[in-house]
DNA sequence: CTGAATCCGAAAGGATACTG
DNA sequence: CAGTATCCTTTCGGATTCAG
């Protein structure tokens, strides 16, 4: 390193444009951004289902922001939302090829979600009992 | 298909146990969830950055937001905190290797952003055209 | 420079009730 | 069943101020 008694390194900007916004990543990150929508996409990589199901899947969401969060989901283009004019009304929800490619990589989060919990768990305990005032100084 | 007329796939829960909460996908989800973390995480993949740089490089983010965001990532222990006791204080924080294994996957959100983007953006366009009323009915 | 603390408006999200 | 609409609480997050 030669950037100082620090040893910070001097790179510029991550993705090219330092005036540029963030790349664009915010994009997906409001979609993943939200606590219900990456659930819903996980309920839906199982398959089909129905609105109804979806929510017992999913659990702790409201009727309001499944609806919202599938809402958003569908004009995304990432779920495909089927109405049946059936008696009850019936509608289905499934994911879309790029909802599913997308659900390709949110299993990889929900891997390492899996694979660092009690590694995270184990930091934080420690966060929490030594405080943040163990660090050099 | 065999579940009906919707063929709607009767899959029981995507994780295995139903009374679940969410298999500890929220973990990971309450980290990437927020506006900032992810910005943070990716603008430390790009090398050991004291306070001030990463807010140039995050950029929209406040003072204290930042500073809420670093203690989180550094209670999960995915980011390092360091202090220099020089006579203005500097500070240094970088990505752990919980940290970095973390930000392969983001680096993988963020390729898939830049991939749909253009395809979302006309899925929105359409769905705020046609309006949801397009569907099967 | 790096942060902590306070104030306050905006937005997310839950509960409930009602509809086709 | 599959929503929609309303209310209301909680949280998020920006601006500002003060401190080591």
Chains 1, 2 share one sequence.
Do not use: K
């Not at 309920?43 to 969401?61: D, S």
């Not at 995304?76 to 909802?99: I, K, M, Q």
């Amino acid at each position: 390193m030669s950037a100082g008694h620090t040893g910070v390194t001097p790179l510029p900007a991550p993705c090219g444009l330092p005036e540029h916004p963030d790349c664009g990543i915010r994009d997906v990150l409001d979609r993943i951004g939200d606590r219900w929508s990456v659930l819903a996409i996980v309920e839906l990589t199982a398959g089909t289902r129905r609105f109804r199901q979806v929510q017992r899947g999913v659990h702790g969401i409201s009727q309001r922001m499944l609806t919202l969060t599938l809402r958003r989901l569908e004009r995304d283009g990432l779920v495909l939302r089927t109405a049946y004019p059936t008696v009850p009304v019936s509608v289905t929800y499934e994911l879309t090829d790029r909802g599913r490619s997308l659900a390709a990589l949110i299993g990889q989060l929900a891997d390492w979600s899996l694979a660092n919990r009690d590694g995270v768990a184990e930091s934080r305990r420690r966060y929490d009992a030594d405080g943040p005032g163990s660090g050099v100084s």
